[in-house]
């Protein structure tokens, strides 16, 4: 599949899309003032262990205290192979968001868990790094489990385990990467994950990445013995140097980037470990800003929209909630040629294949509840969750997606690392205080009406005054003016209705004079 990697680099903003036939597939963005914090490490302190959630709260010197759960301390788990806190026994992800296969040994006997008040103690210090961005009110998610990702190898130096991504394929293959590995490691303690990207790579490339990654490591372990708790001992890649690092695989062809000190800093950095880089990138200078020049702004602009339309002319509609993701499926415009159980099945897998696209696009994780359009058939719904357990193949996050229930309802979980581009690129409504909606012209009327009633019994002024928004205004003079002249023969008092352009919709003030 032909890819492009187009990175914008702006004072105040970085950002990368990688497209796949020309199309936006991720989006990544960054603020020049405010870099994200994910793979960094720390020196915490414990701040509150809490027995009672198997979890603590540690302050790695950001602004909320972060959160760390018993399952990624080290030593959670006794007798437990090489089994990941939090996975399903037999495959688990590293920081860059990449899934890889343990060894059949490691799958064995369920693991002794170990509570935290033995682990860990109030007042410790302990050597963290952050899996997930702080997300709204909630810190940062972090695990003792260091990872360290580079180009071809991810170094886990709390386990001692040699793994290969699950995306190669090819047993040969496999046992080579792992041999090679197991030959080059510097310590049987020091585990590595081979990634994706080391498929066909030869020994010494290998070899490269590896004693880099052995570097990166020896000089943390030196600068959580010089420094106080709390204080950053690692910090992760830029944005721009983790998205060649993660994003460039061997389909894309060209990274195309604006910014000539970036574009020296890669080849700086990668050009090295990667000679092939060379060929492929690109420094692409003009007046023209680069998401222009290829029509990136108009696709970003629509992952911030609430209903994305199908090309049949049916639609679905993303809603996000504080606790999940809901995304329903509407026929709309479509009625179909021959029955109406064949244009829900076409909707529905049309629908399939545009969701997984915002999934990976909008980079919406957690929960997510899908309502397909209600199928009779059985093998029609096993069609849909078929086509949908085959399109988040080419997801890299991963995912958990659970039978078609009888009322058409998709339940899934993504995992998630970052903000979604919603969060990210949007604030809370001002006006509405992000409902959404406001109240309407008839209901703010009605609460006025109520409010002169009030004031009219509170005091015997011979007139109300009435501020309110000019639409609200509009309708006191309009539909209801009856109302309004029935209102002041009932109180014997004159109502004065002024409009107040600053005001909100919902605002009003009544008073006496």
Same mark, same amino acid.
């Given at each position: ?11 105040? *903003? ?26 960094? !490490? ?10 009672? &959630? ?8 950001? =602004? ?13 788990? /006794?007798?437990?192979?090489? @089994? ?35 682990? %860990?103690?109030?007042?410790?210090? +302990? ?52 041999? +090679? ?42 600068? /959580? ?36 000190? *970036? ?23 003009? =007046? ?13 602009? @629509? ?11 049916? $639609? ?25 159980? =064949? ?11 545009? !969701? ?18 209600? &199928?009779? @058939?059985?093998?029609?719904? *096993?069609?849909? $969750? ?6 988040? /193949? ?23 690392? @970052? =903000? ?6 949007? *604030?809370?409504?001002? $006006? ?39 639409? +609200? ?19 014997? /008092?004159?109502? %004065? %209705? ?6 909100? !919709? ?8």
């Amino acid at each position: 599949m032909a890819s492009e990697l187009i990175i914008n680099v702006t004072e105040h *903003e970085t950002r990368v899309a990688l497209l796949e036939h020309g199309v936006v597939v991720e989006f990544h963005v960054e603020p020049g003032r405010k870099a994200g914090v994910v793979g960094n !490490i720390y020196k915490g302190r414990l701040l509150r262990v809490l027995p009672g &959630m198997q979890a603590a709260f540690v302050d790695v010197g950001l =602004e909320r205290a972060a959160f760390l759960y018993v399952a990624d301390i080290v030593g959670h788990y /006794k007798n437990a192979g090489m @089994r990941m806190p939090g996975g399903d026994g037999d495959s688990y992800e590293n920081g860059a968001g990449e899934g890889y296969s343990d060894d059949p040994e490691a799958a064995g006997a369920e693991p002794e868990t170990v509570p935290i008040e033995q682990l %860990i103690r109030e007042g410790q210090d +302990i050597l963290v790094q952050v899996a997930k961005e702080p997300l709204g009110t909630k810190g940062a998610r972090v695990t003792s489990h260091i990872s360290l990702p580079g180009r071809y190898l991810v170094l886990m130096p709390t386990m001692t385990h040699v793994g290969v991504s699950r995306r190669i394929e090819d047993e040969e293959e496999r046992t080579r990467l792992k041999t +090679i590995i197991e030959g080059l490691r510097p310590q049987s303690d020091m585990g590595f994950i081979v990634r994706t990207a080391a498929e066909g790579v030869d020994e010494e490339t290998l070899r490269v990445d590896l004693e880099f990654l052995v570097g990166v490591w020896e000089r943390i372990g030196g600068k /959580k013995d010089r420094d106080k708790a709390p204080s950053l001992v690692h910090s992760d890649l830029s944005i721009v140097l983790r998205a060649v690092r993660d994003l460039l695989t061997t389909d894309v062809e060209r990274v195309l980037i604006d910014s000539r000190e *970036e574009y020296e800093k890669i080849l700086r950095i990668y050009g090295d470990r990667m000679p092939w880089l060379n060929s492929r990138i690109e420094l692409v200078e003009g =007046e023209e800003p680069i998401f222009d020049r290829y029509n990136l702004e108009i696709e970003i602009s @629509r992952a911030l929209q609430k209903k994305v339309w199908l090309k049949s002319g049916g $639609y679905i509609v993303i809603e996000h909630t504080e606790a999940l993701t809901s995304i329903d499926v509407n026929t709309g415009r479509y009625v179909g040629k021959h029955n109406f159980e =064949e244009t829900i099945l076409k909707t529905n897998l049309e629908a399939v294949k545009e !969701i997984c696209y915002q999934l990976r696009l909008r980079n919406i994780g957690g929960i997510i509840i899908i309502d397909f359009i209600d &199928m009779d @058939r059985e093998l029609n719904r *096993e069609k849909v $969750y078929n086509a949908l357990a085959e399109s988040l /193949k080419a997801d890299k996050a991963r995912t958990n997606v659970l039978k078609i229930s009888e009322l058409g309802l998709v339940q899934m979980t993504r995992k998630r690392t @970052r =903000e979604n581009i919603l969060r990210l690129l949007s *604030e809370p409504c001002p $006006y509405c205080d992000g409902r959404g909606f406001v109240k309407g012209r008839a209901t703010v009327c009605s609460e006025v009406f109520r409010a002169m009633h009030r004031e009219a019994r509170r005091t015997g002024e011979p007139s109300l005054v009435v501020h309110v928004h000019p639409d +609200i205004a509009d309708m006191f003079y309009e539909e209801e003016r009856s109302g309004v002249e029935e209102l002041e023969r009932k109180l014997g /008092k004159m109502i %004065i %209705i002024k409009d107040q352009p600053s005001f909100h !919709i919902e605002q009003f003030e009544v008073f006496s004079q």
